[in-house]
């Protein structure tokens, strides 16, 4: 092998690593960010990460909502018509989170099956609905008819 033949063998091998370590940089970056949406029904089936973030969106159902402390702990519950999961959360809530009305709140499921959410948030008008939750709660009413 001559140098020169030698030289760009090595300069094309580094090439080659550096943007194989950049590509598995950028997939594990995306792969910790990543905001999977999932519906009361899934959660309910096991389809939901038990050890990870995802986001949970429904339904806040009527007279569901409770403060049980002094604090700024708040427990309701959310469902897409087939299922309920109880969601609990600690923190501001926004000024539009009603009963009644979809929101979609991310954290993650402790072992009793119940959803600690990091955020929730609440539709901005009162014709809005996220879509994921839309998309869900159709999903869920074509289920319950079958």
């Known amino acids: 092998m001559t140098p020169l033949r030698r030289q760009r063998f090595i300069l094309v091998g580094l090439l080659v690593l550096g ?13 910790e960010n990543i905001n999977l949406f999932f519906s009361p029904t ?18 806040v159902v009527e007279g569901s ?13 959310l469902t897409d018509t087939v299922e309920q999961v109880t969601v609990t959360y600690k923190g ?39 879509p994921e939750v839309a998309d869900a709660l159709k999903k869920a009413k074509e289920m319950g008819l079958k």
């Open 19 to 31: 943007v194989s370590v950049a590509l598995g940089l950028a997939l594990l970056a995306l792969k």
């Open 42 to 59: 899934q959660v309910k089936a096991g389809e939901a990460p038990q050890q990870a973030s995802f986001r949970l969106g429904g339904m």
């Open 65 to 77: 909502v409770r403060r049980p402390d002094a604090d700024l702990s708040v427990e309701f519950v």
């Open 92 to 130: 501001f809530l926004p000024d539009l989170f009603r009963e009644g009305q979809g929101i979609v709140a991310q954290g993650m499921l402790n072992s009793n099956g119940v959803f600690e959410a990091k955020q929730v948030l609440a539709k901005h008008d009162e014709n809005y609905m996220p």
